[in-house]
C-alpha cells in the first residue's frame, strides 16, 4: 500500500506517515517505483502512533515511545513510566478544570440568590 493509499484508507495524515518514514521505523517498507509501500505491521505501528499522538504526545516523545517499543519487552517499564506520565498529566488536568467548574457554580449560584 502506497503512502496515498494508507493516508486515504485510514485516515492518517500524510505528515504522520512521513514522521514514521524518516524515523526509520519502516520495518518492511520498501520503495517500489519511487513509492513506500506499508504492511500489516506498518498499519499496526501507525495505529500506535495515531493513538500516541491522540493521547497528547508530542513528535519527539512518539519518536521515542515508537523506538523502545521496537526494542520489545526490556523498554515495557520505561514505555509503561511514559504513559503513567501522561495519564497523571491528564489527571491533574482534569482535576484542575474540575476545580474551575465549582468555582463558576459557585458564582453562577450567587447571581441566582441574588436574582430571587
Not at 492518517?12 to 512521513?18: A, C, D, E, F, G
Not at 520498501?30 to 493513538?51: A, C, F, H, N, P
Not at 515495557?76 to 497523571?88: C, D, G, H, V, W
Request: proline share 2%; net charge negative.
Amino acid at each position: 500500500m502506497t503512502i496515498q493509499e494508507a493516508s486515504e484508507r485510514y485516515q492518517i495524515p500524510m505528515h504522520i506517515l512521513r514522521e514514521y518514514e524518516s524515523w526509520g521505523l519502516c520495518g518492511a517498507v520498501k520503495k517500489v517505483m519511487g513509492q513506500w509501500q506499508y504492511d500489516d505491521t506498518d498499519l499496526e505501528r501507525l495505529s500506535t502512533i495515531m493513538t500516541l499522538h491522540d493521547i497528547g504526545f508530542t513528535t519527539d516523545e512518539v519518536e521515542v515511545y515508537m523506538r523502545l517499543l521496537l526494542e520489545g519487552e526490556p523498554s515495557s517499564t520505561r514505555r509503561l513510566r511514559m504513559l503513567e506520565e501522561k495519564r497523571s498529566a491528564a489527571l491533574d488536568e482534569i482535576h484542575f478544570k474540575e476545580h474551575q467548574l465549582q468555582r463558576l457554580d459557585y458564582l453562577r449560584h450567587e447571581i441566582r440568590k441574588t436574582q430571587r
